[in-house]
Nanobody, 126 residues
Framework: VQLQASGGGLVQAEGSLRVSCAASGSFLSNYVMGWFRQAPGKEREFVAAISRSGHHTYYADSVKGRFTVSRDNAKNTVYLQMNSLKPEDTAAYYC????????????????????WGQGTQVTVSS
């Protein structure tokens, strides 16, 4: 599966942005999906994950209550709605397919994700 992330940009603090991840080459419904982010000089960190059906979601504490992950399997697309953005949310955001299914302890590690999109930059100004 090939993943293409889009929708990043520059936004002021407390603003909102939605990034998307479109898949090709396979049905996205086959995969548990995750969002990660990476700021310059920092390790890639887990943001959110969503089950194949979309019925289950899981978030990093740092974004819980502000970000919402969703999916539209008919459109082969996963979304990350980001509200109340903070300057510390500035990073490149990546989508990826989980290799170990919906197993929560494994979802927070980038090592358990296989196919990755190219990333979309989100910059939050103060």
């Amino acid at each position: 599966v090939q993943l293409q992330a889009s929708g990043g940009g520059l936004v002021q603090a407390e603003g909102s942005l939605r990034v998307s991840c479109a898949a090709s080459g396979s049905f996205l419904s086959n995969y548990v999906m995750g969002w990660f982010r990476q700021a310059p000089g920092k390790e890639r960190e887990f943001v959110a994950a969503i089950s194949r059906s979309g019925h289950h979601t899981y978030y990093a504490d740092s974004v819980k209550g502000r970000f919402t992950v969703s999916r539209d399997n008919a459109k082969n697309t996963v979304y990350l709605q980001m509200n109340s953005l903070k300057p510390e949310d500035t990073a490149a955001y990546y989508c990826a397919t989980a290799t170990r299914g919906w197993t929560i302890p494994t979802l927070t590690s980038a090592r358990n994700f296989g196919s990755w999109g190219q990333g979309t930059q989100v910059t939050v100004s103060s």
